[in-house]
């Protein structure tokens, strides 16, 4: 299949999955979620590819949504975040944790909002030393998505969780390492050919072992991770009706401080 901002990329048996908006950082707009979505879908089902890799194109993995497209009026003027993230980016965290299969996210640089949530669904992180993390929702007033309300803490724990979430801080590549949140960090010159090594590994590795192993870690995480969705997506629709959250994406927009006031 071919798609509009997303290169599917068969390699023996591995199948690169890359994010093609570099000109906008790859931030997610309608057509992004739709082929992404299609292209996690694709790779599930695809019985020769035995490890799967998501990255980025240009200089960034993702950088979230894209806030001069996502955020849409509907009927009653508020934007139809709950509709969004249930049809369109829930499927692919669920997708990548539930497929049969290793999954790699290779961080070639910024992973913001749901792109950290994307990365953050994988079975490992790998990061270029350049990359930074970063739960940006609230710089615009919204509250987490894409499961990273579960995922961030069940990573690095409460208290830091808390910080990446409430300051909207960038944690960078080595200090994600540091507080577990990634598994693994290279020179930004020897990127490329680690991943490449570690998707060669995992292609080679017990397929089934794989499988049953992210079943069996999945079993005491994603078991919560439907009612986290779901109280993410509705708590982010009630955010969305809020001023904070006109002021944090307007203050995006014009490039300059937001100036909140707790309504």
């Known amino acids: 299949?071919?798609?509009?901002?997303?290169?599917?990329?068969?390699?023996?048996?591995?199948?690169?999955?890359?994010?093609?908006?570099?000109?906008?950082?790859?931030?997610?707009?309608?057509?992004?979620?739709?082929?992404?979505?299609?292209?996690?879908?694709?790779?599930?089902?695809?019985?020769?590819?035995?490890?799967?890799?998501?990255?980025?194109?240009?200089?960034?993995?993702?950088?979230?949504?894209?806030?001069?497209?996502?955020?849409?009026?509907?009927?009653?003027?508020?934007?139809?975040?709950?509709?969004?993230?249930?049809?369109?980016?829930?499927?692919?965290?669920?997708?990548?944790?539930?497929?049969?299969?290793?999954?790699?996210?290779?961080?070639?640089?910024?992973?913001?909002?749901i792109g950290l949530s994307l990365a953050l669904a994988a079975d490992l992180v790998i990061a270029r030393e350049s990359a930074y993390f970063l739960l940006a929702f609230v710089n615009i007033g919204l509250n987490p998505d894409g499961g990273s309300s579960l995922l961030v803490p069940e990573r690095v724990g409460f208290a830091r969780a808390a910080e990446m979430a409430m300051l909207g801080e960038r944690v960078p590549a080595r200090q994600a390492l540091e507080w577990g949140l990634i598994n693994r960090v290279t020179t930004d010159e020897a990127f490329d050919a680690e991943v490449d090594a570690l998707a060669q590994r995992l292609a080679a590795g017990p397929t089934r072992s794989y499988a049953a192993t992210k079943r069996q870690l999945d079993a005491w995480l994603f078991s919560r991770m439907e009612a986290q969705l779901d109280l993410e997506a509705g708590l982010q629709q009630e955010s969305a009706t809020t001023a904070d959250f006109r002021e944090g994406v307007q203050a995006f927009l014009e490039k300059r401080p937001p100036a909140f006031e707790g309504r």
């Open 1 to 113: 299949m071919t798609y509009e901002t997303v290169d599917v990329e068969r390699r023996g048996g591995e199948l690169r999955i890359t994010l093609n908006r570099p000109d906008a950082m790859n931030a997610w707009n309608a057509q992004l979620g739709e082929d992404l979505r299609a292209a996690v879908e694709q790779a599930a089902a695809d019985e020769e590819a035995r490890a799967v890799v998501v990255t980025g194109a240009g200089r960034a993995f993702s950088s979230g949504a894209d806030l001069k497209t996502s955020f849409e009026p509907g009927p009653d003027g508020h934007p139809e975040l709950e509709t969004v993230l249930k049809q369109r980016y829930h499927p692919i965290i669920t997708g990548l944790r539930t497929m049969p299969k290793p999954v790699l996210a290779a961080v070639n640089g910024p992973a913001v909002g």
